[in-house]
């Protein structure tokens, strides 16, 4: 049954895809106005007649433009669609969602806009004269998917004649994480680059800029030798030569790839699956580097290497193994570096700054919100921890600043950074305004794989949604409460390809052989607080929230998922009648996250406590501020009130104030403040001004709200408006994890809770094995 399983997940992932570039809107793309166009004064500004001053001053001095439009945080990815990963020469119209995906990547992992460009020129000279002509309205090109030998020339010839930086990513972006994991793979060897042998099998853009790389790390070409579909490439040899391959060419007999695999100390594949057969693998240097790269299946499996040759270091471009090279571990930091200081190119000093930038930071010592990023466990050096992961949030503070750095010392920066300790202050701020804020909770949710949450709405379309993607993507092991044949004739109608009993476990509540030993525990639990039999028996037969929390208790499951369907009231009764609170906690309560453009905000309490006490509120302050850690984010909580620092006397704002106080008491290493305005728990500006003296430093990431009216309203508000993903209620206090959702939850964010979940179970669990 699994293997039906794993041969229908490529069509359902198609399906999913179609729909999620389909819907609410084609594309994955938009314009939004930075400016506000709210009236006739802003139109004026924006336009006719304000635009002319401006113009004005662009003209009489070109490098305003960085000043006054966006040019310079504008980078253009141009694809002809010719050479696009895993597809082929598709042509640029259909090649336009990879550019809008690679678009959306700039945006996300370094701030960068994006316009994607698609052109219809396969001849170089008409791909040469319409990119340059471009130069005016952006700071830097991204070249994309262009075949090879094209590629080369395209970009050669643009070099030469833009001042903004041209960077085609195939090529470099590849070759600069492939030589970081050859640097680090050779210390951990202890070989010199000068003398290694390296062997490609692929003689692209991609392989022969890996190879010029190298070459500038130290590399000799003597000791490289390539290989592509028609063998060995040989001096005399005819099939897809170009002077490109010419200082790689050979006087050698040597045909094929076995003929030259002896003694490698590095394969670098960036071919085809399959090609880099087991026994090849023992004529090998000792400790080789493997680099299989061909993606979605390398020219070797990890296992098959690691069984021929345990001593090897294997990177591969997947991301279900150790070791990914992956191009976005570079392009958004080089282009971030570059645009910042204004560079008009990006030379080989800028590349190999990032080359040594990615290579240092899998040696560093890891801070604590590193090692969150990486799943909550502390990456060691080693040949499983080559380079970075793609997800961890110092990258962009490691490479952008060494990039500006070589810029400005090889003359190339227009605006060089003054004050570099200034500029990765802001870079540090923009890591945690990225809406990446759940890559971390995913990576270590699949660490703890295993975890088995129950879901009580298992019915539910969105549920079952989850489910399928929970189980693809290794995240739990789903239970669902359920009538047997309703979930199974409902997941054919969805299209979804689970199947129970092998891929998840159902509890039927109107036929369970555990039916009596819930009630008996039920009674055992709530028998004093006035659960008679006959209503334990009603219900463990009707209440699915019930049953679940129930199997919790039991240790049949690790979570629990609810509140799908009813008043979350009645599920939190339910919880806290079963599973209760923790230890030493006086009452739970619930904190929400908005993710927005803005960033990741925090809210509390949201769904629980209608009128907390001041007691009530800092207990709750330090739960919250205890989960908002586990996303790697070291929370700022402001305590708001309509009273700003005792501006009012107010029950609400002496409520507050004496929060505050007993915060400062209670958990003094915590960042906050309070009573203060909603406004100036956001702008540092408006909170100097107004009591400069406080203890809250920057943007707060937590917002603490009087009562449940204030938090409640403030949340569906803004998340109305700002058209922000919620993540939660995430339920704070209790004994075990256990979350109630709301009936406006989407499949996604039972997805985003079902992770949450199974960390939380993880590091509960690994704190009791510590405690005992």
Known sequence: MMDEVSKSAPADLDEAALFYHRYPAPGKLEIQATKPLGNQRDLALAYSPGVAAPCLAIHEDPATAADYTSRSNLVAVISNGSAVLGLGNIGPLASKPVMEGKAVLFKKFAGIDVFDIEIDAPEIDRMVETVAALEPTFGGINLEDIKAPECFEVEERLKARMQIPVFHDDQHGTAIIVAAAVLNALELAGKKIDEVKIVTSGAGAAALACLNLLVELGADRDNIWITDRHGVAYRGRLEEMDRWKEPYLKETNARSLADVIGGADVFLGLSAAGVLKPELLEHMAERPLILALANPTPEIMPDLARQARPDAMI?????????????????????????????????????????????????????????????????????????????????????APAVARAAMETGVATRPIEDMGAYIDRLTRFVFRSGLVMKPVFAAARNAAGNRVIYADGEDERVLRAAQVVI????????????????????????????????????????????????????????????????????????????????MMRGEADAMVCGLEGRFERHLRNVELIIGRRDGVTDMSALSMLISQRGVTFFTDTYVSVDPSAEEIAEMTTLAAAEIRRFGIEPKAALLSHSNFGSRDSASALKMRKAAALLRTAAPDLVADGEMHGDSALSETLRQRVYPHSTLTGEANLLVFPNLDAANIALNTIKAMT???????????????????TPSVTSRGVVNMTALAVVEAAQNAAEAADAG
């Open 723 to 741: 058209d922000a993903l919620h993540v939660g209620p995430i339920l704070l206090g209790t004994a075990l994890p256990a979350h109630i959702l």
């Open 472 to 551: 693809e993507e290794k995240i739990a092991a789903p239970i669902l409460i359920g009538r047997p044949a309703v979930i199974e004739t409902r997941l054919k109608r969805y299209g979804l390809k689970i199947v129970p009993g092998a891929d998840f476990e159902i509890i039927n509540p109107e036929d369970d052989p555990r039916y009596r030993d819930y009630v008996d525990l039920l009674l055992k639990l709530a028998g004093r607080r006035g659960v008679t039999p006959e209503a334990a028996r009603t219900m463990v037969r009707t209440n699915n929230t019930v049953i679940a929390a129930l199997a």
């Open 315 to 399: 990177c591969t471009g997947r991301s279900d193994f150790p070791n990914q090279v992956n191009n976005v571990l570079c392009f958004p930091y080089i282009f971030r570096g570059a645009l910042d200081c204004g560079a008009t190119a990006i030379n080989e000093t800028m590349k190999m700054a990032a080359v040594r930038a990615i290579a240092a930071l899998a040696r560093e010592e890891p801070s604590d919100v590193a090692a969150r990023a990486y799943s909550g466990e502390t990456p060691i050096f080693g040949p499983d921890f080559l380079i970075p992961s793609p997800f961890d949030p110092r990258l962009i503070l490691r490479i």
